[in-house]
């Protein structure tokens, strides 16, 4: 975001200036899907909520591994959430409305911003956690699972 865009009186850090929101779901069905939830009047990719200016884009983390269902950088889409005014409680209530929605509406997402503790259930956070990784070698975990094939095949 351009400095000229910030609300006047702040500095181009201002905190609650932008947020992304990682959804597992097509960018041009996650806005539709608001815009009817939230009711809403926008373009197929763009949308107001509030004072905040609502985009879906291609999620440029996504490598497409396989990955935790809750490994939110590896969703297909990301909202760019950008707030060139408004006070902070209402970009708070904006970025908690199209997250709330897309809840109700049953599809995962994930606020990213300095914010997110501000946010229902951490931004997505506490909703959809990742699990830690695991303690054990790489190769203990392996051997565990090849234990378990091969005494599966000598009782088949």
């Not at 291609?58 to 490598?63: G, M």
């Not at 909202?79 to 708070?92: F, I, N, R």
């Amino acid at each position: 975001m351009t400095d000229d865009l910030l609300p006047s009186g702040t500095a181009p850090n201002f905190p609650y200036s932008d947020a992304s929101v990682y959804v597992d779901a097509d960018g041009s069905t996650v806005i539709a899907r608001l815009r009817d939830s939230l009711r809403l009047e926008g373009g197929d990719q763009r949308l107001l909520v509030g004072p905040v200016h609502l985009s879906a884009g291609y999620n440029d983390y996504a490598t497409g591994r396989r990955a935790h269902p809750y490994d939110f950088l590896e969703w297909p889409t990301v909202l760019e959430c950008e707030a060139p005014s408004g006070a902070p409680a209402d970009v708070v209530e904006a970025v908690a409305a199209v997250l709330e929605s897309l809840w109700s509406l049953g599809v995962k997402a994930v606020a990213a911003c300095d914010f997110e503790d501000e946010l229902p259930e951490c931004g997505g956070r506490e909703k959809y956690p990742v699990p830690a990784p695991s303690e054990e070698p790489r190769g203990a975990v392996i051997g565990r699972w090849k234990g378990l094939f091969s005494r599966r095949n000598r009782k088949g």
